[in-house]
């Protein structure tokens, strides 16, 4: 079966719990020079609603993708709880082949995503993953997502990059925490294959041992030396840069209003994905993927706001004024 793309990892189910900003500041406060949301110890507070919305790295972009047009499929281990049997009825509701998701009996994914303004803390859990690449599956794709997994991802990220480069498939890569931590060399394989990798100021200074205040042309240039032939880092309210071997890019935010953050990463991602799978131009798909953002702040969760191919086409055109730009 041929895909546009497979993207790799596991989905969950969230649940996105809201603080109301008007009734709970004597018991919570946010400091965001210190980047904490303080919640008091021991108390009981009223909550202004909550949410279920699918969640995940891969969940997030195969959605992202397929909305736009895209035909995508996930590889990856899910449990078998009431949770992750939901997040998979909305998968498949969404148009993403689901053939090869290995169901795990007795595990499940859950994610509690606290919100208070604008702001946004995770309480996320993965199982431990033992799944296997199906490397011998009636597969033929012609991008890979690759990106966060939990414990014993490493035989899975090696099988699916070495069967990647087997067949000429072009890999985007967005690790997630535990890759990061685990430092450059355990996956110097993975970013010397990939094509375009997606990482915020924080995360490519992690990797290139740099201080995230750096000059952004040389955290570009020290990301991209790891191997990928492009390197794109998000940065906030800053924008996304991005680096091609040739120029250097900005792209400006797209002006929104900001209800909740979680998934803007990977709405970003997607965007500028699918724009690349559509074979359109870094500076274009770049500003798919700042839409695609600035519509998921909008909305609660991380796929609510994610665009189709006909609402990209609107925020594009009203946004006509603002473009990459070579720095």
Not at 4 to 13: H, T
Not at 18 to 23: G, Q, S, Y
Not at 159 to 187: C, M, S, Y
């Amino acid at each position: 079966m041929k895909f546009d793309v497979l993207s790799l990892g596991p989905a969950r189910m969230d649940c996105f719990v809201r603080l109301p900003d008007d009734e709970v500041n004597e018991i919570c406060s946010i400091d965001r020079k210190r980047c904490l949301i303080e919640l008091g110890f021991g108390e009981k507070i009223a909550v202004k609603g909550i949410e279920f919305a699918i969640g995940g790295n891969t969940g997030n972009n195969a959605v992202g993708l397929s909305r736009l047009g895209l035909k995508a499929a996930m590889i990856g281990a899910m449990g078998d709880g009431w949770t992750d049997k939901r997040a998979m009825e909305v998968l498949k509701e969404e148009g993403i082949n689901t053939d090869h998701i290995e169901i795990q009996p007795g595990k499940y994914g859950f994610g509690v995503v606290i919100n208070y303004q604008e702001e946004r803390t995770i309480l996320s859990y993965y199982p431990e993953s033992l799944c296997c690449f199906p490397k011998e599956a009636d597969l033929e794709a012609d991008w890979m997502y690759l990106t966060s997994m939990g414990l014993g991802y490493e035989s899975f990220y090696r099988d699916a990059v070495e069967w990647a480069k087997q067949h000429g498939v072009k890999l985007a890569f967005n690790p997630g925490t535990r890759q990061i931590k685990a430092g450059v060399e355990p996956l110097g394989y993975a970013y010397e294959a990939t094509e375009v990798i997606f990482v915020n100021r924080e995360e490519t200074a992690n990797l290139i041992n740099m201080d995230p205040a750096s000059e952004i042309k040389d955290l570009l240039g020290g990301l991209r030396k790891l191997g990928p032939k492009t390197a794109i880092i998000t940065d906030g309210p800053e924008g996304a840069y991005a680096f091609d071997g040739q120029k250097y890019r900005h792209m400006p935010p797209v002006p929104a209003p900001v209800i909740e953050r979680t998934g803007a990463g990977d709405a970003f991602g997607s965007g500028t994905l699918g724009a690349l799978i559509a074979g359109k131009p870094l500076t274009e798909a770049l500003k798919w993927g700042s839409c695609n953002s600035a519509s998921v702040l909008g909305q609660i969760g991380p796929q609510a706001g994610l665009l189709t191919t006909e609402k990209m086409q609107e925020w594009l055109e009203r946004n006509a004024g603002i473009n990459a730009e070579e720095i």
